[in-house]
Structure formats: C-alpha cells, structure tokens
C-alpha cells in the first residue's frame, strides 16, 4: 500500500495533492505520510506475535518532534544516541524508560542526563565507556542498566558507510571479548547488567546476515548464563532495509518470524527492534521545483532548487531515490535523460544522474523514499536555510517544522569589538 499515489495524473499524499502543498508552503519542503508511519511502526510492533519484544524507533532516521509524537502515542520506544535525541523524545511526549542509548562516545553529561530520567538502557560500545558509565552512576547514586553491544564480525553485505558490525568498524566489542567485558561490568559498582546489542549495518536487504550475527548472540548468552550473568532482553539493532528501487527486503513479519523461531529456548528475553529507516524512509518525500534546464551538448541537465544540504544521499552514499513529477504532462514536451542537480557550488551535489523525465523550468519534482536520513542529515551549507517540514494526515496538512529564515543562518555569531 502506499499513501503517495497519482490520482488523474496529480501526484497526492493521502488526500492531499502535493502541487497544493508546494504553492501552500512553497519549495523545497519535505512532506510526510502519518497513515505510513503508523502503518510502518505498527508492521514492527506486532512482528514478533506472542514473543515479548519493544520497537525503539531509530531517532536519527527523522526526528522530527511530530514523528516522534506520532510514534510515541502508539506506545513506541526510541533508540537515541545523543542528548539532544533524548531531548527530542521526552519534548515529544516518549517514555524515558521505553529509550535505549546507542553510540560509541557518550559524555559523562550525557550519561547523567540519560540516568535521572531513567532510560531502560546504555548500549555499551567500550570498556572505557563501561567505566564511564559506572562513575556516573555512582556520583549520582544510581544504578545504570546496560547491555553491551557486540560487533559480531559478520558482513552485512550494504554499502560500506553504511555497515557497521565488521572488526574493522568503530562499533561495538569484538565478540571473543564479550565474556570478559560482562565480567568486568559485573565487577563495577552502579552497574546493573540487563541485555546484549548488536546492530551490524543499514539497509539489508536479506535476513541471512541478521540470523547469523543472531546466532553468536546467542552463543554468547549461554556462556553468559554458564558464567551466572543472566540477561532479561536482546537487542538485535536495526537495519532493515526499504525499496528504493527494485530490492526486495523481507517484510517485518517475515523478518520476525525467522528471528523468533531460533528463540524456543529463549523465550523469557525481551526483543528488542531499532528500526530508523524501515518505518521512515518510505513515509516521506522532497518536493523540489526545476529552476532551470540547460544542455551542454548532448547532457542535461535539471537544476533544482534542492542541494546537496538539503538531501545528502546521493552525494555521500551514490544513494539512488526515485525523481518523479508532481503532474505527469501529458504534451509534447520531450523526455530526455537528465542530471537533476542542485545549486550547491560541488560536483557532487545532485539528486539523481540519468534520469528520463519531460520537463519544463518550473515544473515540480519529487524524490522518494525521504524520510528517512533526509532532513535529518541536512545542513546550513553555502549559507542555505534548511527546508520546511509537513506532515499529512488524511486530508489534512500541518506545517512540523517551520523554513529557516536568513537571519538564522548567523544567529548567535559575534563580530569583534
Ligand atoms: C545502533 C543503531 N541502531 C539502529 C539504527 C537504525 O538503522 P536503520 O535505519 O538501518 O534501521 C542505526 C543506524 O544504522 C544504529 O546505528
Ligand atoms: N545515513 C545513512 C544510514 C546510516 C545509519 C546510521 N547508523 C543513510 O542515509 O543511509
């Protein structure tokens, strides 16, 4: 099912057609579909049936603060890996005791702050870090419930950037250590052990590499249980993957049901779900107008009023988005082949290379598959105000974050005396 549909050759989010939202709030802007957010988030919740489990939404995917609201009232939990995530979450309405706190450098500020408002969890990705976590604790004379996050060394087949649960990335404890890492978290005052994490990499389209990382997890929880540590969940991460072109990734159900077959034995752990882009990406799309067309020679070229600031995908990852029009022309206007690129001043700002459209300087594109990792990797770069915000709903459309204004751009900068 999908929420963004032509309807007599006008593209419509829900019931409201996106020409109407363009002129309404103006280009670019972000747009966003609250039935596929819930649609999406609810695919997670009720994924793993009778196995108890907790979908803790990915907040860096989009974290918007009506995203998050939307979520929270479904009774999500939130994955967050900073302070100001955190901040997000409890301003949304969430649950503190619903947050688990993912990332590989969390200062001793950031660890209070998570302490006193009761997280359910740090996932721990070093010793360092454990120790951190236990002097924390014990100035505040509280008790930090942790899990460590185990890198398992498996290859989750995704692109590079975008895969972290190799010996060779930054994350997590290699997994030979991991016995020894509990041990010595066991040994720690202000500690409380509670989990084990992993998270091998984003966009996986196969459950094979998620099984196998599985697989060691549970190896490790049974040394664990021999070792008299005993653990109440286990966090297999996020990193399911979503069509943006032709891939074919296992539905959340399908994805569950593999996972929780190989947990007969293991039926007192909680599951845990760090989903971002499974429930974002696909709920959102980037409204941009076409500035102007221009052909050298035989390229071209679709300047767009979006920048390499506004959507950093394709520049950082040669991430491939689907660019469609908002009205299908249905003149004499030819389709050539073009780079839909943007104002930034680096070769490598564009939206998608090659791609046949019929266009004319005005008309008004779409790229899909953007709301996740859209807005929220946005930048102020060549000075350029970050984008509108809106959320549909049904045929209702609300403004969730307001444009930048110019004045923003300096705020807070000094000149010298
Ligand atoms: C620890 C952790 N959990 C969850 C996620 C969400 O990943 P995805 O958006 O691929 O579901 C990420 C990002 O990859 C992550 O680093
Ligand atoms: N930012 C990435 C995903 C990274 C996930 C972070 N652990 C993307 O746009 O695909």
């Not at 021999?226 to 990734?249: F, R």
């Not at 190989?262 to 760090?274: D, G, M, Q, S, V």
Request: contains cysteine; charged residues 20%.
């Amino acid at each position: 099912m999908d929420f963004f549909n032509y309807k007599n050759n006008q593209l419509f989010a829900e019931d409201v057609s996106v020409a109407t939202i363009a002129q309404h709030y103006g280009t670019p802007c972000y747009v966003y579909s609250r039935a596929t957010f819930e649609r999406h988030y609810l695919a997670f919740a009720n994924a793993a049936q009778d196995h108890k489990s907790l979908v803790c939404y990915a907040v860096k995917a989009n974290s918007n603060i009506a995203v998050l609201n939307i979520l929270a009232r479904l009774g999500a939990g939130f994955d967050i890996v900073s302070k100001g995530e955190l901040a997000r979450v409890i301003k949304a309405g969430g649950a503190a005791n619903k947050v688990v706190f993912s990332g590989v450098a969390k200062t001793a500020d950031e660890i209070a702050y998570a302490l006193e408002l009761g997280i359910k969890c740090f996932n721990v990705e070093s010793i360092s870090e454990l120790e951190r976590i236990s002097e924390v604790a014990c100035e505040l004379n509280l008790d930090a419930p942790i899990s460590i996050r185990v890198n398992p060394d498996i290859d989750a087949k995704t692109h590079p950037y975008i895969s972290t649960g190799l010996k060779e990335n930054k994350f997590g404890i290699g997994i030979e250590t991991a016995l020894s890492v509990y041990q010595h978290a066991a040994s720690l005052p202000g500690l409380n052990i509670v989990g084990v994490d992993c998270h091998i990499g984003s966009q996986l389209t196969q459950t094979k590499p998620f099984l196998e990382a599985l697989d060691k997890l549970l190896a490790l929880i049974d040394e664990l249980k021999n070792a008299g540590i005993e653990l109440s969940h286990l966090d297999i991460g996020g990193g399911l993957g979503v069509t943006y072109d032709d891939e074919q990734p296992p539905h959340p159900s399908e994805y569950a049901v593999q996972v929780t077959q190989r947990l007969t034995n293991y039926r007192h752990l909680e599951l845990i779900f760090e989903p971002g882009r499974a429930i974002a990406a696909n709920a959102g799309i980037l409204v941009t107008q076409v500035e102007f067309i221009k052909q050298n020679q035989d390229k071209y070229f679709a300047i767009v009023d979006v920048g390499m600031n506004d959507m950093l995908r394709p520049s950082l990852y040669q991430a491939w988005q689907k660019i469609i029009p908002v009205s299908v022309r249905d003149d004499e206007t030819p389709t050539h082949n073009y780079d839909v690129v943007g104002p930034v001043c680096e070769t490598g700002d564009f939206l998608g290379k090659d791609r046949p459209l019929a266009l004319k300087q005005g008309d008004l594109l779409v790229q899909r598959s953007a709301g996740a990792y859209g807005f929220t990797m946005s930048s102020n770069y060549n000075s350029r105000p970050r984008v509108a915000e809106i959320m549909v709903d049904g045929e209702q459309h609300h403004l969730i974050r307001e444009r930048e204004t110019i004045e923003s751009l300096y705020q807070g900068e000094k000149i010298l005396p």
